[in-house]
């Protein structure tokens, strides 16, 4: 069964660091989604990703963070200067098609300590 | 508005019990009530989803119960087993938005067998 990979699957970086979390997700997907969530909360959006674009993003995302489909497999969510608070575990999810009622598929997360 | 509010926050049940866990929202152009699971190292994964035109959907021993002039629903297990063991999340999607899915917090389901 297909399904959405995340690398590394562990992160630790020192406060003030650039961090690049890898996902790839399932081939025929189109639209593709980050969420986070810090440890013992719920899961957040992060930003979601169409036709090469930001399609819509949550308040967390600023602008400190950006996201990338640099070829044909990959989906990237960079951080640029990383912040105590940034620690949580990143997930990556794809859908076939966009909105509501789709299934989302998510990935089996990175986790980032920023130390 | 943008809120789901998820209760309990942790439940315990015997092995062949009824696990019931509930969700509230309010924001009305939500028309999509996914419930996700998730074990311990792993990606939350799509279990059941209802669309509002429906009160309830059934798949095996998974039920949402769903009631829209309450902004409630609830996701009944029946016949609870130990593998089912682990956390749940209630989540909510709009129609029009970019599929963003909002998150309830969560319930930690221990099954003791």
């Known amino acids: 069964e297909p399904e959405v990979t995340q690398t590394p699957s562990h992160q630790v970086t020192q406060m003030g660091q650039e961090v690049i979390l890898r996902c790839v997700p399932i081939?025929?997907?189109?639209?593709f989604y980050w969420y986070r969530q810090i440890l013992g909360q719920k899961v957040e959006f992060l930003v979601s990703?169409?036709?090469?674009?930001?399609?819509?993003k949550s308040e967390i995302f600023d602008d400190q963070f950006s996201v990338e489909r640099p070829d044909g497999s990959n989906f990237t969510l960079k951080i640029r200067s990383t912040k105590l608070e940034d620690s949580a575990m990143y997930f990556c999810?794809?859908?076939?098609?966009?909105?509501?009622?789709?299934?989302?598929?998510f990935g089996p997360g990175t986790r980032l300590l920023v130390l | 508005q943008q809120q789901v509010k998820q209760s309990p926050q942790s439940l315990i049940v015997q092995k062949g019990g009824i696990s019931i866990i509930n969700c509230a929202y309010e924001?009305?152009?939500?028309?999509?009530f996914p419930w996700y699971q998730q074990f311990p190292g792993k990606g939350p994964a799509l279990l059941i989803a209802?669309?509002?035109?429906?009160s309830e959907k059934k798949e095996g021993r998974f039920t949402i119960s769903f009631n829209k002039s309450a902004k409630q629903f609830s996701l009944h297990i029946m016949d609870s087993q130990p593998g089912d063991s682990a956390t749940y999340f209630c989540?909510?999607?709009?129609?029009?938005?970019?599929?963003?899915?909002?998150f309830g917090q969560g319930t930690t389901l221990q099954v003791k067998p």
């Open positions: 999810a794809s859908s076939e098609n966009p909105g509501a009622a789709e299934t989302q598929y």
């Open positions: 081939s025929n997907h189109l639209y």
């Open positions: 990703f169409y036709n090469n674009e930001i399609s819509e």
């Open positions: 924001n009305t152009a939500f028309d999509y």
């Open positions: 209802i669309r509002p035109d429906v």
């Open positions: 989540a909510a999607s709009g129609s029009g938005n970019t599929g963003k899915l909002i």
